[in-house]
């Protein structure tokens, strides 16, 4: 069996999502494919290595996969610890290639739940953001309650928390992704967030700004109004850097795509990893963000999630 998941840039919303605020994602048209075959190794592999070295893989075969050895083979488009979803868009594949393979239908919001329990047991804790967006594709907005205005898709609850899940509907828009080539641990820019939260009231209100500045964006872009939702992901991007997750080689991106695009800003946890920048012109976009330094990738809107061949 092979499966396809797509990865996924934050459009809004990253690090208020943690307390509270809703987070808009979408998928992108980079994919991860893993083949799955049952084989006559001792035990599994990934890539023609133990699979006890993709912690990933591993854990997804011990919650899905009893019948015996399997050969895995990975590719994926998508930057590995870049905060575009890689280990989400591998996990969300492997579990329906899994599934599939062991005789069962794969159903999204299924692997979405298995997905998450996956990325959770590897990280000590997570988010079903990457792995929902993965599964469902197109875009998403995960919020801590149940909307009445948007396409409810599930809730997802572990340790007292619940997050819920609504499809987006936006109209095809181009974003450039600009890659540093430094990898951010997500970890240390969630402690270093939470650190300034705890210590001073005026970082609490930039989460509860971002967090309107989320909602706003998600209705410009639902609306095609790219020059008011390229505004707001400027401003979301200055309240992260007032946060503390920017860095010079990120800012040096975001400056670079700014003359060319609606607007630019950091995706995911920052510390490294990618920039975003919503624009008309992705050919010149891309072009300026190589000249400062940085690996760009032109993406658009992917409606397909997961799925199985």
């Known amino acids: 069996m092979m499966a396809s998941a797509p990865g996924k840039i934050i459009l809004f919303g990253e690090h208020a999502v943690v307390y509270g605020e809703p987070c808009v994602s979408m998928a992108v048209n980079l994919r991860t494919k893993v083949s799955v075959q049952k084989s006559n190794y001792f035990e599994s592999t990934v890539d023609g290595y133990s699979a006890y070295r993709q912690p990933h893989i591993r854990t997804a075969l011990g919650i899905l996969w009893k019948d015996g050895p399997v050969e895995i083979t990975t590719k994926s488009e998508i930057p590995s610890a870049a905060g575009m979803g890689s280990s989400a868009a ?183 990893g990618c920039m975003i920048a919503l624009t008309e012109n992705p050919d010149e976009t891309a072009k300026a963000i190589e000249s400062a330094g940085g690996k760009a990738y032109k993406v658009k809107l992917e409606r397909r999630g997961v799925y199985v061949e």
């Open 90 to 272: 591998l996990v969300v594949a492997s579990a329906a290639a899994l599934t599939k393979l062991g005789g069962s239908e794969v159903f999204e919001e299924q692997i979405a739940r298995t997905g998450f329990e996956v990325e959770y047991a590897v990280q000590g804790t997570a988010s079903p953001n990457d792995t929902s967006v993965s599964s469902h594709g197109s875009a998403i907005m995960l919020c801590k309650n149940k909307r009445d205005d948007l396409k409810f898709l599930w809730e997802i609850e572990k340790n007292g928390k619940r997050w819920f899940v609504h499809h987006c509907e936006f109209p095809d828009f181009n974003v450039v992704v600009g890659y540093t080539g430094a990898r951010g641990r997500t970890s240390e820019q969630v402690a270093k967030v939470k650190n300034l939260v705890e210590r001073y009231s005026f970082t609490r209100d930039v989460v509860k700004e971002i967090g309107q500045i989320t909602e706003e964006g998600a209705k410009a872009l639902a609306a095609g109004d790219l020059k008011k939702a390229g505004a707001l992901m400027t401003k979301n991007h200055n309240l992260l850097a007032i946060l503390g997750v920017d860095t010079p080689e990120l800012q040096k991106l975001v400056n670079a795509a700014l003359p060319t695009s609606y607007g630019a800003k950091i995706t995911g946890a920052g510390g490294g």
